[in-house]
């Protein structure tokens, strides 16, 4: 989600410090992101000169330091409350005092985060979707303790980098994970007990409810390690049963089986 967010804030004219935890991961996203704007190129969907222009606003670094001038830092790290939390409390001490401190995250409570801060009024959610270049929501998550300000500049930051911008408060799945969820863990409950098979399922979503992709699709894409901590923190919200993930799914992340990200999940992504 990382290298997706860069794309759109840098193609969108914000200069951009893409932070990773080692250099060498940070130069590897920056070739990524220059091979796929010269496919863009190659396919006629971008200028040349834009595609140089993006690539020139994004500076790739391993230090949390080159954050500390920044307006605005989105953080993409892996959905792990500690991790962020971490993460949080070591940007709070580096970034300087206006800068605001946002979360990608899909349902982790914001608040939390920003009570790992000294500036909890300088903290609140940017929700983007996934392929982020490509998907025009972004979710603008206000914790109790953000301030006005902080969730106007927000929402100005989304709208910049040309999304639709929807405010929702902190509460997990937000709007649309509280209401996608529930029904991508049911799909694999329906596969599980062998109500359909795979294809069936999918089939069915795409043809009977006009969705792009089917719920397994979804999955797949979104990650099902992502997908397991989103209904793990939904039920941890809400202890609602229909919330409880099913074993199928926390089995197949237990064996490595990720989704695209990991060459297979529900289908087989090692030929593509
Ligand atoms: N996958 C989606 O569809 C999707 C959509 C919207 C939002 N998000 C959110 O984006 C965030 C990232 O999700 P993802 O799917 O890209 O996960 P991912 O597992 O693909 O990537 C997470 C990255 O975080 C890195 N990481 C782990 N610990 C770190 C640390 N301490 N410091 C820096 N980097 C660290 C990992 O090396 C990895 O590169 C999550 O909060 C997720 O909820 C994901």
């Known amino acids: 989600m990382g290298a997706g967010v860069a794309e759109v804030a840098a193609k969108t004219g914000h200069e951009v410090v893409l932070r990773s935890r080692k250099q060498a991961t940070a130069d590897a996203t920056v070739a990524a992101l220059e091979k796929s704007l010269a496919k863009q190129v190659e396919k006629g969907k971008l200028e040349e000169g834009d595609a140089k222009e993006t690539l020139s606003r994004v500076t790739p670094t391993g230090h949390l330091g080159d954050l500390a001038n920044c307006d605005l830092v989105l953080e993409n790290v892996v959905e792990d409350l500690a991790v962020k939390k971490d993460l949080f409390s070591d940007l709070d001490q580096v970034c300087d005092d206006h800068t605001i401190l946002a979360t990608n995250t899909s349902t982790l409570p914001v608040t939390e985060l920003a009570m790992a801060t000294a500036r909890p009024d300088r903290v609140c959610g940017i929700h983007f979707f996934n392929p982020a270049p490509v998907m025009t929501l972004v979710e603008v998550v206000r914790p109790m303790t953000a301030s006005d300000e902080t969730i106007a500049s927000a929402r100005a930051f989304a709208e910049a980098c040309g999304k639709t911008a929807v405010e929702v408060k902190d509460q997990a799945g937000f709007i649309v994970n509280a209401l996608l969820f529930p029904y991508l863990n049911n799909a694999v409950k329906l596969l599980e007990t062998g109500v359909a098979t795979r294809d069936d399922i999918d089939s069915a979503m795409k043809g009977g409810c006009g969705f792009p992709m089917g719920p397994l699709a979804v999955l797949d894409l979104v990650g099902l390690d992502t997908s397991l ?24 992340v237990s064996a490595g089986y990720l989704g695209r990200k990991s060459g297979a999940g529900f289908y087989d992504y090692s030929k593509s």
């Open 229 to 252: 901590a989103i209904i793990d923190a939904l039920y941890d919200e809400f202890r609602d049963p229909n919330y409880a993930a099913v074993p199928l799914l926390r089995r197949m």
